[in-house]
C-alpha cells in the first residue's frame, strides 16, 4: 500500500508540473512582482542601513527573505488552483473512482507548488547576488535559506489545497490565499523588531510566525550561524505546516466523502 501511495504521488506531482510548465505565465507574473519588489526596496530603503542598529549590514540581505516569503504566499496558491480546476472540471471525482491514492491526488499539487517555489527562491537569490548581495554563512547559508523557503511554501500550499478541497471555487481559493499578505506587513519587515515604535505592531509581530522566519534567514545571511535564531524559523516553520497539513488532510477527507 506504502508504496502505491509514492508511486500515485510522483505521478501526481508530475502531472501538476507538466501543467504548470504548459502555463508558465501562471507563475512568471508572481516572480516578477517577488524580484520588483525587491528592486524597490533595495533601491528605496537602502539608507536605513547607515543606522546604528543595522551595525553596517548588508540591507539587500535584510529585505531578500521579505520577497521570498511573498513568493511562498502568492506562489503556494497554485496548489489550490490547480485543485479546483480538477474539481471544475470533473477530473477530481474521476479520479476518486480509480484506485489512485486519495492522499496523492492531495500530496501531488501541494508537492508541486514547493518545487515551483523551489525554482522561483533560487532565481530571487540570483537577483540578489546580481545586485550585490553578500552572505555571511555563504552557499551553507543560501541552502538554509532555500529549506526555510520550502517549508514555509509547504505551509501555504497546505492551506490553499485545504481551502480549495472545502469551497471548490477559484475566487475563494485565491482570496484564502491572499489574506496571508497582511502577515508581511505585521512583522519585522522594514526594520528590526527594536526598531518598531508602535507597540501594538511590535505586539503582532512578536506572536507573527512570519517574523520568525525572517530572523531565522537574515541570520545565516548577515550574522552566521546563530543556532537559536535558526531554529526559530525551523519551529515555526513546522507548527504551521503541520496545521496546515492536516487542515488539508481533513478537507480532504471531507472532500472523498462528499465525491
Request: proline fraction near 3%; charged fraction near 10%.
Amino acid at each position: 500500500m506504502g508504496s502505491n501511495v509514492w508511486r500515485d504521488t510522483w505521478l501526481m506531482t508530475g502531472r501538476n508540473i507538466k501543467t504548470t510548465l504548459r502555463n508558465p505565465f501562471s507563475f512568471i507574473p508572481n516572480l516578477m512582482i517577488s524580484a520588483f519588489f525587491l528592486l524597490v526596496y533595495e533601491g528605496g530603503l537602502s539608507g536605513i542601513a547607515q543606522l546604528p542598529t543595522f551595525d553596517g549590514a548588508n540591507y539587500l540581505a535584510f529585505i531578500l527573505p521579505v520577497s521570498i516569503v511573498s513568493a511562498a504566499i502568492g506562489g503556494a496558491g497554485g496548489a489550490g488552483q490547480s485543485i479546483v480546476k480538477d474539481i471544475e472540471n470533473g477530473f477530481f471525482s474521476r479520479l476518486l473512482l480509480t484506485p489512485a491514492s486519495r492522499l496523492a491526488i492531495v500530496l501531488g499539487p501541494i508537492i508541486a507548488g514547493m518545487l515551483q517555489l523551489f525554482v522561483q527562491t533560487l532565481l530571487i537569490i540570483g537577483i540578489a547576488f546580481l545586485l550585490g548581495l553578500e552572505v555571511k554563512t555563504g552557499v551553507g547559508g543560501v541552502l538554509f535559506v532555500l529549506l526555510i523557503a520550502i517549508g514555509w511554501g509547504l505551509a501555504f500550499a497546505g492551506y490553499s489545497a485545504g481551502v480549495a478541497l472545502r469551497t471548490g471555487n477559484a475566487q475563494a481559493a485565491q482570496a484564502g490565499t491572499f489574506i496571508f499578505f497582511p502577515l508581511i506587513f505585521l512583522s519585522t519587515t522594514f526594520v528590526p523588531y527594536e526598531l518598531i515604535d508602535a507597540q501594538w505592531l511590535k505586539v503582532a509581530a512578536a506572536i507573527n510566525p512570519t517574523t520568525y522566519i525572517f530572523e531565522s534567514m537574515r541570520t545565516v545571511l548577515i550574522d552566521g550561524w546563530v543556532f537559536w535564531d535558526m531554529m526559530q524559523g525551523v519551529v515555526a516553520v513546522t507548527i504551521v505546516s503541520t496545521l496546515t497539513i492536516t487542515f488539508a488532510a481533513v478537507s480532504a477527507k471531507r472532500a472523498v466523502s462528499r465525491g
